[in-house]
C-alpha cells in the first residue's frame, strides 16, 4: 500500500476562525491552555503506534511550550510551521504575511536545533486572491507547503487547484489537502471536522480510493479533538455542530488510522517525487 501522511496543527482550544466569539491573541495568554496535555497524548499515541508524523506548530504555542516542540523532536516526528499569529492569509497583505511566517520558522528553528521545511496555513486559507502566497513562502525559506484545499470550503479553497503533489516554480512542492469524488462532489473525509462527522468504515473507503489513483492520502487533527471535555466558545448552533461534533470519537478513528494505514513525515514522502516538473499555478 502507499504511504500517507499524517499531521497534526498543533494549536489549544481557543484557536479557532473567523468567528465574533474567538479570542484576539492579546487576550490569549489569559485563558487556560490544555494544549500541553492533549499534544502529550498525542505523541503517546503515536508511540505505541510505532509512527512518525509532522506536527506543524503554531509559534505561539511553541514559544510558550517550547519542550513540547524539543519532545516531538526527540520523538522523530517532524516540526514544521502553523505560521505565528494564526490569522487567515487572505486577511493579512504581502508584507505581514511574510513577517508572521519567517518569525514561526525561524522560532521554531531556534527550539528544535533543525531546519523546518513545511508550512500550512490557518483554515488552508490561500485561494486565488492571494497569488503571492507561493512566492512569499519560498522567499520566508520554505521548501514544502500543505495549505491548498482543491475544493470549495468555508476559508477560502480553491476548486481548481491539483490534486496530487506539485511543483510550484522552481523551490516550492505543493502538497494539498486530500479530497475525493463522492457522487460527483470533491470533498474531504481525512482531518478535522470532516474526520469527526464521516463514519469510519466511509473515511477508510474514501481513502482507499484516493491511494488508488495514485496519490498520498493527508491525514490532519488538531490536538483539541482528541478532548471532549474541552471549553466551549459560545458560537451558532451550525458552528458549534462544525467545531465540536463527535470530539467523543477521534482518539479511536486516529488509532485505526495508523494502524489501517502506513504513515509517515512529509519531509520523509517527498524524497519519493523527485521526478516532479516545476509547474506554475495560473
Known amino acids: ?19 465574533p466569539s474567538v479570542p484576539t491573541i492579546d487576550r490569549w495568554a489569559g485563558l487556560p491552555s490544555h494544549v500541553e496535555r492533549n499534544f502529550s497524548k498525542l505523541l503517546d499515541i503515536f508511540s505505541q503506534e510505532n509512527v512518525q508524523v509532522t506536527c506543524f506548530f503554531l ?31 487572505y486577511e493579512q497583505s504581502r508584507a505581514e504575511f511574510c513577517d508572521d511566517v519567517r518569525r514561526a520558522r525561524l522560532l521554531l528553528e531556534d527550539i528544535c536545533g533543525a531546519d523546518v521545511a513545511g508550512y500550512r496555513a490557518p483554515g488552508f486559507s490561500t485561494t486565488h486572491d492571494t497569488p503571492w502566497f507561493f512566492d512569499a513562502l519560498t522567499e520566508a525559506g520554505y521548501q514544502y507547503d500543505s495549505s491548498v484545499f482543491p475544493a470549495e470550503r468555508g476559508h477560502g479553497g480553491m476548486p481548481q487547484g491539483r490534486r496530487e503533489p506539485h511543483r510550484i516554480g522552481n523551490a516550492l512542492l505543493e502538497v494539498p489537502i486530500t479530497v475525493a469524488d463522492l457522487m460527483g462532489r470533491p470533498m474531504c473525509f481525512f482531518g478535522g471536522g470532516y474526520l469527526r462527522l464521516f463514519p469510519y468504515w466511509l473515511i477508510r473507503r474514501m481513502a482507499h480510493q484516493v491511494l488508488s489513483e495514485g496519490r498520498p492520502v493527508v491525514f490532519y487533527i488538531h490536538p483539541r ?12 448552533r451550525k458552528r458549534q455542530f462544525k467545531s465540536y461534533v463527535n470530539l467523543e470519537t477521534t482518539e479511536w478513528k486516529v ?3 495508523l494502524r489501517d494505514f502506513p504513515v509517515t513525515t512529509f519531509k520523509n514522502l517527498l524524497s519519493n517525487y523527485p521526478q516532479l516538473v516545476n509547474t506554475h499555478v495560473a
Do not use: C, N
Open 225 to 236: 479533538e482528541i478532548d471532549p471535555h474541552h471549553p466551549r466558545l459560545p458560537m451558532s
Open 59 to 89: 509559534g505561539w504555542v511553541a514559544e510558550r511550550f517550547p519542550h513540547l516542540v524539543k519532545e516531538a523532536a526527540a520523538r522523530g516526528h517532524e516540526i514544521a510551521s502553523h505560521g505565528y499569529g494564526h490569522r487567515l492569509v
Open 255 to 257: 488509532r485505526r488510522v
Open 1 to 19: 500500500m502507499q504511504t500517507s501522511i499524517f499531521s497534526v496543527d498543533v494549536e489549544d482550544w481557543f484557536h479557532l476562525l473567523d468567528d
